[in-house]
């Protein structure tokens, strides 16, 4: 069996247009590497976990030659879309039938989108065009529909971008025609890039720490009603820390202006801020949510929230 290794890893990027850059669909899922052998098969994450008993739908792996490693994404699709709520669900099950049972009522689809071994062989210096040419070989001779290769697309990353957010996509990843494959290793080679989503909440209220402000709780108008959104913990620079210190406790009441899952300080629905999110959850709450920074009420897109 190979040891399983860490997977390499993108830097943050924008849009931007390359012959050099190939890109390709950024699967919201749970990314995984796979390896076959002699009488077995391996998949395991981005923590070095084992994964292998998780998805036993994916045994199609060991038909691979045997000493062959992918690297790609475990997604449930919905009309071509991950459901990365649903895929987290089915991750973290724990009890084997039921594990046994959403395999074979709604099994995983893995995309893959680079080979690092073919048959004992190191791919992991060859360039990533030459990669991706064994591995679509390798899915074309499998011919399973739970075993995908990730198309992309070289010189139009704007446009190929623009499109893959439109149809509902996390965003791109556009990585490096020459580019090596470095376990463990984060490189500018490989770019993930995502649209920037931003959202005017209200403060609702507030986690102090030793520094200032640990976190906020904010709140949203949706369909004509305030509701909380997120738990906001990163995105603080220390000016912002001192002026939330000097705006929230003056505002302070006893109860939230909205149902809130944490405890938290309570404050008046006064001090606005801008928010930056991946998606929106089925439950109505910001995912990957981050502070941006405070708005005025009359800044454009905030609108009076009710009290």
């Known amino acids: ?67 062959t490693v992918v690297d790609g994404e475990l ?111 984060r490189s500018s080679a490989w770019r993930k890039i995502k649209p920037a989503r931003l959202l005017p909440c209200v403060i609702v209220g507030f986690v102090p720490g030793r520094q200032g402000v640990r976190h906020l709780l904010v709140a949203a108008a949706r369909d004509g009603q305030l509701q909380y959104v997120a738990s906001i913990r990163c995105g603080f620079t220390p000016a912002v820390r001192t002026r939330l210190d000097a705006l929230l406790p003056g505002l302070i009441r006893a109860q939230p202006v909205v149902h809130c899952p944490e405890r938290a300080t309570w404050v008046q629905p006064e001090v606005y801020c801008q928010v930056r999110f991946l998606e929106w959850t089925h439950a109505g709450r910001l995912r990957g949510a981050s502070f941006q920074r405070l708005l005025a009420a009359a800044d454009p897109g905030v609108t009076e929230l009710p009290q």
């Open 75 to 185: 997604v449930l699709l919905r009309a071509g879309v991950p459901d990365l709520e649903t895929m987290l669900a089915r991750h973290q099950l724990t009890c084997s039938a039921r594990i046994r049972q959403h395999s074979r009522a709604e099994p995983v689809t893995y995309v893959v989108f680079d080979a690092l071994f073919h048959q004992g062989r190191s791919l992991l210096a060859e360039p990533l065009h030459c990669r991706r040419q064994v591995l679509q070989q390798l899915v074309e001779r499998l011919q399973d529909p739970q075993f995908v290769f990730s198309e992309g697309i070289v010189g139009f990353g704007q446009a190929f971008f623009e499109q893959a957010v439109a149809q509902g996509q996390e965003g791109v990843v556009a990585k490096h025609l020459a580019s090596p494959y470095l376990p463990g290793r």
């Open 1 to 67: 069996m190979i040891t399983p290794f860490l997977p390499m890893l993108a830097t943050r990027g924008e849009p931007f247009d390359s012959p050099e850059f190939l890109c390709e669909v950024k699967w919201n899922g749970v990314r995984a590497l796979a390896a076959s052998a002699e009488g077995g098969w391996q998949l395991w994450g981005r923590d070095l976990a084992d994964y292998t008993l998780r998805y036993p739908e994916l045994d199609i792996v060991r038909r691979l030659p045997a000493g």
